[in-house]
């Protein structure tokens, strides 16, 4: 078990099975997210309620999504760093934080566009661009504080003893502008909520998430490797790749 | 003087752990006190923030009868913000905060001694300032006292979460900013809740729920963030 | 398909612009990390490749001396 463990933490074991994924993830990745935004934009049905305004909860949902996701993944990420020291967790956070912050930008951004013909507004204090707007401000103190600290071990596990903070209090967050979101506005109409979705609209939804997870995934692989070229520079291993790309 | 004295204290393995915790607050009180403007600072700051809405925005009764609590709270909210970066930086500077580290007594009580002496330093002074400056923003009696006690529940959250980041931005340049960057966030709720308590008891709703569940956030705080604020000391320290 | 004609497909009986620039904003920013994370690769195997070739010169000068450091890994 505990060789296992040591496989599993090895940068050298993760770029190689990384380099084999990647394809995959790529080609499989790119491919359902096409499907499902052109199915998405072109071939789903008008809705009968916002119109075709609509359409843009095939990218915003996906991005918010994924967006928690990475949040989560990055606090699970930060417990490994914190008890194991695992060399891979705290590479996964530092090649993950900047992509949650675009993807949280984008689902707020995409919200935001998305108001302007539903509510008649660019920005609403909607509970759930609320919470997504203090999300994208964890990030960038995860980002900011990783980046001020110069050594990296002690980079690492500050910025998972932050990323810990944020995840205890992301419910509380949550809770709390929901909270003061019934306080001030009694009557908000949902953007998504809707009683049954038809299958023409939610099959293309699950084919965009699930794209756009794929593609996160390879990403995610691909900045882990760079990383990992970076710190490992003074390996054996890392010297007789970066000898042979070079030829 | 002052400094010796604890620290011969904590050296000391046959003391006990409150004791120890004692000694902490005891000096850091007694050193703030000597530097009488550190303690003054936030306090002022507080003053002046508050009387910048009226100047800024609009003198009228109604507006700041509206506005009044939730300026109070955000204005209790940054000049505790502001205090932070003074919790660990003298010890920090001077070496006392590695005798600290490497004391027999679990570390986390200690942090927990420290940020209960920032409190007393930062936070019941505005508590006790508060209700002048309600009076002053037009606020109700009844309003003012709701306004009272939940910043008496909501600043030792504010100093107990604060003392986190704190930590983690011990020796770092430019750690002021980035202390409120990381911060910030984490505050909301309390803000959230703290000013929600005071709308509802305006509008004659009972608030001992509401009371109640900044009673759980402060209980949660006090377990959960000595914790976090020790682990982010300890790396702090080894990294520097 | 959802529409009759290419320009209602634009149009979107006036929502058009709303959708396309979420989708333009969202395919670009997406985009702009791939090549964001690819210029970071490139520019970190230069480096190394930089460090390395500067090892070598250096090895070809000083043979017996620098060999046996060239023969450290730590790590």
């Known amino acids: ?247 | 003087m002052t400094s010796n004295a604890p620290r011969a204290v904590l050296a000391d393995h046959n003391v006990s752990v409150g004791r120890a915790m004692w000694a902490v607050v005891r000096r850091d009180l007694r050193s703030s006190f000597r530097q009488r403007q550190d303690l003054l600072n936030p306090l002022l700051f507080f003053f002046m923030v508050v009387t910048l809405f009226p100047l800024g925005v609009s003198p009228e009764v109604s507006f700041l009868q509206q506005a009044g609590t939730g300026i109070l709270w955000v204005a209790a909210l940054l000049s505790t913000l502001l205090s932070l970066d003074h919790l660990y930086r003298h010890d920090f500077d001077d070496g006392t905060l590695e005798q600290m580290v490497l004391q027999p007594h679990p570390l986390f009580l200690l942090v927990l001694a420290k940020s209960l002496a920032h409190w007393l330093l930062t936070g019941l002074p505005l508590v006790i300032l508060a209700p002048v400056l309600g009076i002053m923003l037009h606020l109700e009696g009844n309003s003012i006292a709701v306004l009272c006690l939940t910043l008496l529940i909501g600043t030792p959250v504010l100093s107990l979460i604060g003392a986190i980041g704190a930590a983690l931005t011990l020796g770092l340049r430019a750690g002021g900013v980035l202390l409120s960057l990381l911060i910030i966030p984490l505050y909301i709720p309390v803000l959230i809740f703290g000013t929600g308590t005071v709308a509802a008891a305006t509008e004659g709703a009972a608030v001992e729920g509401y009371l109640a569940l900044m009673a759980a956030f402060l209980v949660l705080a006090l377990t959960l963030a000595p914790f976090a604020g020790a682990a982010a000391l300890r790396i702090s320290l080894s990294n520097s | 398909m959802a529409f009759d004609s290419l320009s209602a497909f634009l149009t979107m009986e006036g929502h058009g612009s709303y959708v396309w620039v979420c989708y333009c904003v969202f395919v670009l920013l997406l985009t702009a990390l791939a090549l964001w994370s690819r210029s970071r690769r490139h520019a970190v195997l230069r480096e190394q490749r930089r460090l390395l070739e500067l090892e070598e010169s250096g090895t070809r000068e000083q043979a017996p001396a620098a060999a046996t450091f060239s023969r450290i890994h730590p790590s």
């Not at chain 1, 013909?117 to 509970?127: E, H, R």
């Open chain 1, 1 to 247: 078990m505990w060789t296992l463990f040591h496989k599993f933490g090895s940068p050298k074991w993760f770029f190689g099975i990384a380099g084999r994924l990647m394809p995959w993830l790529l080609a499989l990745g790119l491919g359902l997210l096409v499907a499902g935004l052109v199915w998405g934009l072109a071939f789903a049905p008008k809705d009968y309620l916002q119109g075709n305004s609509y359409r843009i909860i095939f990218i915003h949902v996906p991005s918010a999504f994924l967006a928690q996701s990475v949040y989560l993944m990055m606090a699970v990420a930060a417990v490994v760093t914190l008890v194991w020291r695992m060399k891979l967790a705290d590479l996964f956070v530092q090649a993950v934080a900047p992509v949650g912050a675009v993807l949280t930008f984008l689902a707020l951004f995409t919200g935001a566009v998305w108001g302007k013909p539903t509510w008649g507004t660019w920005w609403i204090w909607d509970a759930r661009l609320t919470s997504m707007l203090i999300l994208l401000f964890l990030y960038f103190g995860a980002i900011v504080l990783g980046s001020a600290i110069s050594d990296e071990k002690a980079s690492a596990r500050a910025v998972a003893v932050l990323i810990l903070v944020g995840v205890v209090n992301i419910p509380i967050i949550k809770y709390s502008v929901e909270w003061w979101n019934t306080l001030h506005q009694p009557a908000t109409f949902k953007l998504t909520e809707k009683p049954s979705m038809p299958p023409e609209m939610w099959v293309p939804l699950l084919l965009s998430v699930l794209g756009l997870y794929l593609w996160f995934g390879w990403l995610a692989c691909y900045r882990m490797q760079t990383e990992i070229l970076r710190r490992e520079r003074r390996t054996r291993w890392v010297r007789e790749l970066v000898r042979a790309e070079g030829h």
